[in-house]
Structures are given as C-alpha cells and as structure tokens.
C-alpha cells in the first residue's frame, strides 16, 4: 500500500517542495480510498467506472468482497430525527418534523479491511441511508475533509494512480508520484491546508462529517436553492499523536465506538449550508463562507453498531444520487460520477462475497 502510517513523513531536501509534500503524503496516500464516490467516466472506452475501480483496487491489501474505498468500517443503526426547519426548503419527506430509521456507516480511508485503524490518518467518512415512511430514500457518504482536492475526474484519475503500490512489498511503485502530482495542482491548497492542521483523533464520535458536493433543496413552488450538508458532532474532540494513535491497537475506532453506544447514544446535528449568488456549486474544491445561511436540519442519533460482515450496512450501496423529491443533485462532475463508480464497485464485491467465508453468510439485504 502507500505509505498511509500516521507518522508525517520527515521532510527531504533537496529539493524543498518535494520535503513539504512529503510531509503531508500521509494524507494524500489515504485519499485514493477515502472517496468511494470519485469514479465515473469521461467518455466510452476512455475513463470507465471500472477502470477506477481498478485503479482504487491497486493500492494494498486484498479488497476481495469488500469496497474498494473505505474498504475497513463499522455498522451502525438509529434514527434521523428531524427538526422540521427543512421542510420550508424541501419537499423530501424526511425532513418534515418527525423520526426516520437510518442505517449508517463509520469507516477509514484505507483499500485494505485487514488495515489497522492508525493507517487511515485522519481521513474518516460516515455514511447514511434515511428511509422516509412512503420508501423515499436519502443516501449520503460524507467525510471529515472540509473540501475535496481535485475538481475534476481526470484529476481524481491520476491521484490514484499515484497511489498505487507494489502488493508484494506494500511500498509505492512511485514515490514520487504524489509529490509530482500535488505540484501541478495548485487547487489542492485548500486541502493541503487540512491536511497540515487537522487534529488526529482517537474517536469517530469526535469528527464533523461533510457532505463536499452541492445539491438543490427544491420546495413546494419550485423554487431551488444550493445546499451543503453536515453533521456535527457533540462529543469534543481530544487529539493524539500518531504514535498514541498506533499504540491503541488495530481497531481501536470501532471498539471506542462501541463503548460509547454502551453507555448510551451518540448525536451529531446535521445542518445544510445554502450559497449565496457567486458561490462555486460545480467546484467541490472550494468552500462556502462561513457566514452563509444555515438551517438545522435535525440530529442524527446512533443507537448500536454491528460489525460489517453481519451488519446491515454490508450490502447498502450507498450512492449519493439515490434521493428522495425535494433534493436534487448539481452538475458537479465528481458528484454525478458517484453513481455509477457505486453501481461498478457494489457488483463487483457481491460477487466476490463467496470467495470470503467470513461475509458469505451475512445479512444479504442486496441494497
């Protein structure tokens, strides 16, 4: 795999640039696995949901059965409670005041299960399917980057293949193949910004969750506004080093996670950021201000995990274009490349579930 270990690489010199991109490589090692979304295709016979697949499949490990990205998580289930302040903006029945089941997912930015939690760094991604009572569903994967740093596919594409390695050492066939990378891709600052200051910490319950595409929340008129989502939780957060981190053990997220839900619930609150005329809705790269309108749309509560293999978020593909009425996707070009990147890496671990006996017999609920 790439060199995903927490420890922040020492810086190299000469020459310089290339000592401060070693530094945050970390990160940017993980990022490949960290968006399960960022397929898609350019053209026929170019750039396939299948070959990013592949590309995704050639960074360590043995995915077999298993996502290609965020290929190590955690189950769980609760509900969506929701405050009824959304409704004013849209017509999607869960956000009418009320509670919904939601099946949901914790996981880190690794292509290998067998990962320990430390090899992820600080990317993590939650996942959520809210059922409405008339079956309308709404399918979101958000992570705890505030921005994604590449804006279009073929960016994405090549980012991947930076993070390829040799299977049989673990080490990347290119080493410099991200340093390069990141020099050409000026758009990247703000990430990188993240990426040098974010926290690293010891918990999925201390992390905010964003959704980083823009979608339209239409209401009854008709009327369309941008929006972004997030979820933001209510447990402080408090940081590790990499070295605290890897002590923990291999799985000490999903263990911390379950010790907490047995002393009771975990909520984040979940709010929708609108754009104002002039804000970027095609460029995932680029943040809103934080002084546009917000709305509290309600608070995610988690009630109890389950591992993976038997829980029920195993066989959920969760593609962010499965929306109710009342939300629409943009033409964001990573966002509506989810869709079928999901649909290609879902048939491709279904069918693999067979060749792995610990999933062959889990809950098989095809979603």
């Known amino acids: 795999m790439t060199d995903i270990s927490p420890e922040p690489a020492p810086p190299r010199r000469p020459p310089a640039l290339y000592g401060r991109l070693a530094a945050i490589g970390v990160v940017l090692g993980a990022l490949g696995a960290s968006f399960a979304y960022a397929g898609g295709w350019l053209s026929p016979g170019r750039l396939t949901p299948g070959r990013i697949v592949d590309a995704l499949g050639e960074r360590g490990g043995d995915p077999t059965g298993h996502r290609r990205n965020h290929a190590k998580g955690i189950c769980f289930t609760g509900s969506f409670e929701a405050s009824g302040e959304g409704a004013r903006y849209s017509t999607a029945p869960m956000l009418a005041a009320g509670r919904y089941p939601v099946v949901g997912r914790l996981a880190i ?73 990141v020099s050409a891709h000026p758009e990247m600052q ?29 209401d009854a008129a008709g009327t369309r506004r941008a ?25 000490f997220l999903s263990r911390d996670l379950e010790a907490r839900l047995r002393q009771g619930m975990l909520r984040w609150r979940m709010v ?56 629409e996707p943009s033409r964001d070009p990573i966002l509506l490349a989810r869709s079928p990147a999901y649909a290609a890496s879902y048939l491709r671990r279904q069918a693999e579930l067979g060749q792995v006996p610990a999933l062959a017999h889990g809950p098989g609920a095809g979603r």
């Open 227 to 251: 929006v972004r989502w997030s979820v933001l939780g209510t447990v402080p957060p408090e940081p590790r080093t990499p070295a605290e981190l890897q002590a923990m053990g291999p799985d």
């Open 190 to 218: 703000p990430f990188l910004a993240w990426a040098r200051s974010a926290p690293w910490t010891p918990s999925y319950a201390e992390e905010d969750y964003h959704g980083l595409n823009a979608f339209y929340f239409v």
């Open 272 to 327: 929708a950021r609108f754009a104002a005329p002039g804000d970027p809705v095609e460029d995932s790269t680029r943040a809103w201000p934080e002084d546009r309108e917000q709305v509290t749309l309600g608070t995610l509560v988690v009630e109890q995990a389950e591992e993976e293999a038997s829980g029920p978020c195993r066989d959920v593909n969760y593609d962010p274009l499965v929306l109710p009425a009342g939300i």
């Open 109 to 181: 930015a690794t292509g290998d299960p067998a990962a320990p939690d430390a090899s992820g760094g600080r990317v993590r991604s939650m996942a959520l399917r809210i059922i409405a009572p008339d079956g309308q569903e709404w399918r979101t994967g958000m992570n705890n980057l505030p921005v994604f740093p590449v804006a279009t596919l073929e960016a994405f594409y090549e980012l991947t293949l930076a993070g390829r390695v040799d299977k049989a050492t673990g080490r990347p066939l290119d080493p410099q193949a991200t340093p390069r990378f």
